[in-house]
């Protein structure tokens, strides 16, 4: 099993919509996740961390649920310049903490 | 702009020959990171710096890549003998500690034909 797995998407959704990403990690001891975002022929940039308590950014709500091991993205009243590629992200307590492990992306595209 | 620079960004290379990229983190930023992304996939770490010193290297680092950081500022990835499975988006990363954000640049998109 992958330390970080997403669900690749496409999710098409219209403006306005409401869309949810999840992702699941393998780790229980990891504690601190991200989510970045990546538009496309270009590099990540940090959206949000991840708290246990939770986190909100405008829009945006991040979640983790440590019970079941994943981590939720919940995008409210979506703009078309949302669209682009959103990558869940861990940390690797494999090796020397500190380098992140990503997951493949899921790939948000919002219509008008 | 003091943001993460890379070069060069982009770079085509013939089947065997060797190449360098090059990193200029944010200026304070003591860790330094390379990933290599292919298409439809996220960034897969490579290598990492605390100052000077070389930390980790992920499996993927072939004895065919080196990474260096002289004097814990700049940092270069050289591949050598490339191969067509090379041909990657590299990216490079900084943040102030292993606590801190990571701040990404541009990338290299390297192509071996």
């Known amino acids: 099993r992958k330390e970080v797995e997403q669900d690749p998407g496409p999710f098409n959704v219209p403006e306005g919509a409401t869309v949810a990403f999840n992702c699941t990690y393998s780790n229980s001891a990891s504690q601190s996740f991200f989510w970045y975002r990546q538009d496309c022929r270009k590099e990540p940039k940090l959206l949000m961390s991840v708290y246990s308590s939770g986190n909100e950014d405008g829009r945006f709500t991040a979640q983790l649920n440590r019970a079941s091991q994943y981590i939720s993205l919940l995008i409210r009243d979506s703009k078309l310049s949302d669209s682009a590629t959103y990558l869940c992200v861990g940390p690797n307590y494999g090796g020397s903490q500190g380098n992140l492990i990503f997951g493949k992306g899921t790939k948000l595209s919002v219509k008008p | 702009d003091t943001g993460v620079s890379q070069n060069p960004r982009h770079k085509i290379t013939k089947r065997g020959q060797n190449v360098t990229f090059r990193c200029d983190p944010i200026?304070?930023?003591?860790?330094l990171y390379w990933y290599r992304q292919t298409l439809g996939q996220g960034p897969e770490f490579l290598t990492y710096?605390?100052?000077?010193?070389?930390?980790?290297k992920s499996r993927l680092l072939s004895d065919r890549f080196s990474a260096e950081r002289p004097k814990g500022s700049f940092s270069t990835l050289e591949i050598q003998r490339t191969e067509q499975g090379d041909s990657a988006m590299y990216l490079c990363?900084?943040?102030?500690?292993?606590?801190?954000?990571?701040?990404f640049g541009p990338g290299t998109r390297l192509t071996v034909l």
């Open positions: 200026s304070e930023h003591n860790r």
């Open positions: 710096f605390q100052n000077e010193a070389q930390l980790e």
């Open positions: 990363a900084s943040s102030l500690s292993q606590y801190n954000e990571q701040f």
